[in-house]
C-alpha cells in the first residue's frame, strides 16, 4: 500500500495562502491523490483529487510534482473556518477488486487571525 | 437527498456489553468502510466491504465485527472483546474506481 507522510501541524495568517505539502513517494502509476479535511468531531469532507495533473476547484488548488511523489493542497485565501485537521491519501487497489481508503495522521492546520 | 447516515451520535454502553453502531447509505455505492478515530489521532480503517456479503478486515479490526446483507447497509458491532472502545466511529462509502469517499457525521461511543 502507498503511504503518505504530512507534517502533524501547520500555521497560517488569516487571508494568506495555505500551502500544506505532502510526500507519496511510493505511488503507483494508477493511484490518485486524494485530499480531505475534517473539522473537530465532523465527518471528514471530500476537497480535491488528481492523477497527475494540477487541479483547481472553488475550494483548492492541487499541484503535483512531475514525478509524482509528492503533492501540495493550496488554499489561496485561508479563513478562520478553515481550521481543520487536512488528510491527504492515496486510493489502493484501483482496477482489482479490493479499493480501501487509508488515512494517515494529518495536518492540523490552524488558521490565526 | 443522497447520502451516508449513521446513528445514533451519541452511544454509551457498560463494559462488558455488544454494540451495534448503524451505517446506511443510498448513495447505490459498492464499497463501505468502518474507521476509527481517537482524540488527535487520524482515522484508522477497522473493516471494509466493496460488495455486498463481502468484506475484509482493516488495520485494527480485532474486536469488531461487521456484516453486508445488503448494498445499502454496513453496521458495525463493538463487541466485549476490543479493550478500549470509547471512540468516534465514521462510516464511509465509495463507488469502487477512484471516486471521493463520503463521510457520515459519526457516532461518538463512550464506555462506562
Known amino acids: 500500500d502507498a503511504k503518505t507522510t504530512q507534517p502533524t501541524s501547520m500555521d497560517c495568517a488569516e487571508g494568506r495562502a495555505a500551502n500544506l505539502p505532502c510526500n507519496h513517494s511510493?505511488?503507483?502509476?494508477?493511484?490518485?491523490v486524494y485530499w480531505y479535511r475534517q473539522i473537530h468531531s465532523q465527518g471528514p469532507q471530500y476537497i480535491i483529487h488528481?492523477?497527475?495533473n494540477n487541479e483547481t476547484n472553488e475550494m483548492a488548488s492541487l499541484i503535483i510534482t512531475e514525478d509524482r511523489k509528492s503533492s501540495t493542497l493550496i488554499l489561496p485565501h485561508a479563513t478562520l473556518r478553515d481550521t481543520a485537521v487536512y488528510y491527504c491519501?492515496?486510493?489502493?487497489?484501483?482496477?482489482?477488486?479490493?479499493?480501501?481508503?487509508?488515512f494517515g495522521p494529518g495536518t492540523s492546520l490552524s488558521v490565526i487571525p | 437527498d443522497g447520502g451516508i447516515t449513521q446513528s445514533p451520535k451519541y452511544l454509551f454502553r457498560k463494559e462488558g456489553q455488544n454494540v451495534t453502531l448503524s451505517c446506511e447509505q443510498n448513495l447505490n455505492h459498492d464499497a463501505m468502510y468502518w474507521y476509527r478515530q481517537d482524540p488527535g489521532q487520524g482515522l484508522r480503517l477497522i473493516y471494509y466491504?466493496?460488495?455486498?456479503?463481502?468484506?475484509q478486515k482493516g488495520d485494527i479490526a480485532e474486536g469488531y465485527s461487521v456484516s453486508r446483507e445488503k448494498k445499502e447497509s454496513f453496521p458495525l458491532t463493538v463487541t466485549s472483546a476490543q479493550k478500549n472502545p470509547t471512540a468516534f466511529y465514521l462510516c464511509?462509502?465509495?463507488?469502487?474506481?477512484?471516486?471521493?469517499?463520503?463521510f457520515g457525521q459519526g457516532t461518538r461511543l463512550t464506555v462506562v
Open positions: 491519501i492515496v486510493r489502493v487497489g484501483p482496477g482489482t477488486s479490493y479499493d480501501k481508503v487509508i
Open positions: 488528481g492523477l497527475k
Open positions: 511510493t505511488i503507483s502509476g494508477n493511484e490518485y
Open positions: 464511509a462509502s465509495s463507488i469502487r474506481m477512484n471516486t471521493e469517499a463520503f
Open positions: 466491504s466493496q460488495i455486498v456479503n463481502d468484506f
